[in-house]
């Protein structure tokens, strides 16, 4: 616990016991109680927020979730930046047929205007004049009033189309705004992207090179594995309301025969080994299927989502319920496609492979536990030839 906040929280505690204590009343004395309890409340908190704060998961955590957080945002400004590209080239092809259109109107009524220059400003008079008889001056009168109709619309058709290429001139200046504008935002949030990526790959190289480090990430990891058991346990005692799917039957009788979650190769396997550089032994619960970024994590048998969301240490989870007390755990996706409560077949997928956690390439990890015990998945896994 910081010494300040300590301090400030006694002071404030000493003052307030003073003047209560000045009242003699049993309801200042509940008084005391209570304002006591709170100040006991918010000592509590600081201390246990200070200490999640020096949890080595609980900062790789926070760092994922932002980086998950600054790509979605990347994604999403990128994603705009394809919108307004495709409108801004369709606005440029707009604006370059509307203003070809306009010139040749205007081409149109400058060779009109010439003509009516040469002819004089009394051919109509002479056109009318030159009528030998009363049928042929209607006929000649009604041609020029056509004549002049047809270039009142030309003139109009003019104006219409230098509002309709101005209007969409408007429209590009705005949409261009928009796209720099959204380029801008995501030029920040990849620069900031990459600072989180530094700053969590030095936290990475501190577990990796420091062994007080790697041991306090081993112990925590530990401490989540028995949280996820107990989470089993509660569920199997009576939090299962929804039906598990058996139209596959009983996935004991596949044991051996189940296809992987996701393609790729297992680097990290099920049980105790020995850190090279510390000399320290640790029991993996689960295995390490280093993967492509992004690729799809099939669950292996039919079963019940019984949770899926962000959990300490293994990123963002989804664990299934195959039926006769069997769970798989599918940790450190990118996305996840499920919800709880959600019937799943097998193949389904599940998420996508994440990079989340302390691996240093996109990796699935994956669990399957026997009454919240883990056990090896690699003897439930399908061989490959």
Not at 289 to 315: C, E, M, Q
Not at 359 to 383: C, H
């Amino acid at each position: 616990m910081k010494p300040i906040k300590s301090a400030a929280y006694v002071a404030v505690f000493a003052l307030l016991t003073l003047q209560l204590f000045a009242q003699s009343s049993d309801d200042n004395k509940k008084e005391l109680e209570k304002v006591s309890k709170q100040i006991q409340d918010k000592i509590e908190k600081q201390y246990k927020l200070y200490e999640e704060e020096k949890s080595v998961l609980y900062q790789l955590q926070k760092f994922d979730q932002k980086l998950d957080e600054l790509k979605k945002r990347v994604d999403n400004c990128n994603s705009k930046l394809d919108q307004y590209e495709k409108e801004i080239d369709y606005s440029k092809d707009q604006i370059g047929t509307e203003s070809a259109r306009l010139s040749k109107v205007e081409k149109d009524l400058s060779e009109r205007m010439r003509q009516l220059y040469k002819e004089g400003s009394f051919k109509s008079l002479k056109t009318l004049m030159s009528a030998v008889s009363f049928d042929d001056f209607m006929k000649k009168y009604d041609i020029l009033v056509a004549i002049a109709k047809k270039d009142v619309e030309l003139k109009k058709n003019i104006l219409r189309k230098k509002r309709d290429l101005s209007s969409k001139k408007n429209d590009f200046e705005k949409k261009y705004i928009k796209y720099e504008s959204y380029r801008k935002t995501a030029a920040e949030k990849s620069s900031e992207l990459t600072q989180q990526k530094k700053e969590k790959s030095s936290l990475l190289g501190g577990i990796k090179d420091q062994r007080t480090l790697y041991e306090q990430a081993i112990a925590e990891l530990k401490q989540q594995s028995g949280k996820l058991e107990s989470m089993i346990k509660q569920y199997d005692e009576g939090t299962r309301k929804i039906e598990i799917p058996q139209s596959e039957g009983d996935i004991n009788r596949f044991k051996g025969k189940l296809l992987p979650p996701s393609e790729g190769k297992i680097t990290s396997f099920f049980g105790k080994f020995k850190h090279p550089k510390f000399n320290v032994y640790v029991f993996n619960n689960g295995v390490e299927i280093t993967s492509r970024l992004n690729d799809p994590v099939h669950a292996v048998y039919s079963g019940v989502v019984i949770f899926s969301d962000w959990f300490k240490g293994y990123g963002k989870m989804v664990m299934v319920d195959h039926g006769n007390n069997i769970v798989g755990i599918y940790g450190h996706l990118s996305e996840i496609s499920v919800n709880f409560g959600q019937k799943v077949a097998a193949s389904d997928v599940l998420g996508k492979v994440g990079d989340t956690g302390s691996s240093d390439a996109p990796t699935l990890y994956f669990e399957i536990r026997k009454d919240g015990k883990p056990q090896n998945p690699v003897e439930w896994l399908a061989k490959k030839d």
